[in-house]
Structure formats: structure tokens, C-alpha cells
């Protein structure tokens, strides 16, 4: 069974830093794009970043860009998510996710794996 086990999440204040980590087990790592969503009390899931299967193409949220980096090390099997100058806006749960295919149809597609999800608090 296809396992995406994240962590790093947490409490920070504003303006602080926090790396996400996504570990993938029981599946390719390197025939899937991988992306991040997250979900804040009362709204709806919404797409974060996401990176292609070698890691040299990225996609992301505006109101992300510039201040978080997805990058991945298939090595490792493993998906981060450097998350940098939070806002107390960027509190949320933050999943991980798997997806056969383009970077570019993560954030529009139905993921073929999620992971379990980790919090990510800023304080103001």
C-alpha cells in the first residue's frame, strides 16, 4: 500500500520558517509529479506547489510565489516544501500529494495519492 508520510509541520510566528517533508514509500517515486495542498478551517482545499518527476520544473500557487520552494530528492524518495516569511494567511493543514503524469495538471487533476496531512500554525 502506496504510503506519503509528511512532517515538519508546526508553530512559528510570523515572518518565521518552516520545511515541510514528505516521505513516499511502496510506489516509483520518479513516475510521479508531486505537489502540496493545503486547508484552512472553513475553506476549501486549495494547490500549493507542485514539482515534476525530476525536480527541474515547478508550479505554484501566487500567493506562494517567491516565498516557498518545492524540490525533491528521488534518491530519498522524499518531497519538500521550504516554506519561508509565513503569514498567519499560510495557516492550514498542508498535504502531500502523487500524481502519474504533467507538474502542470497537479494543481487541476484528482491526485493518485494523498498523504495524511500536518499542521502548519503562524502565529501573528
Known amino acids: 500500500q502506496v504510503q506519503l508520510v509528511e512532517s515538519g509541520g508546526g508553530l512559528v510566528q510570523t515572518g518565521g520558517s518552516l520545511r515541510l517533508s514528505c516521505a513516499a514509500s511502496r510506489l516509483t517515486f520518479s513516475n510521479y509529479a508531486m505537489g502540496w495542498f493545503r486547508q484552512a478551517p472553513g475553506k476549501e482545499r486549495e494547490f500549493v506547489a507542485a514539482?515534476?518527476?525530476?525536480?527541474?520544473?515547478?508550479d505554484y500557487a501566487d500567493s506562494v510565489k517567491g516565498r516557498f520552494t518545492v524540490y525533491r530528492d528521488n534518491a530519498k524518495n522524499t518531497v519538500y516544501l521550504q516554506m519561508n516569511t509565513l503569514e498567519p494567511e499560510d495557516t492550514a493543514v498542508y498535504y502531500c500529494?502523487?500524481?502519474?503524469?504533467?507538474?502542470?495538471?497537479?494543481?487541476?487533476?484528482?491526485?493518485?495519492?494523498w498523504g495524511q496531512g500536518t499542521q502548519v500554525t503562524v502565529s501573528s
Open positions: 500529494t502523487a500524481r502519474r503524469g504533467s507538474v502542470w495538471a497537479v494543481r487541476r487533476s484528482a491526485a493518485d495519492y
Open positions: 514539482v515534476n518527476w525530476s525536480g527541474t520544473t515547478t
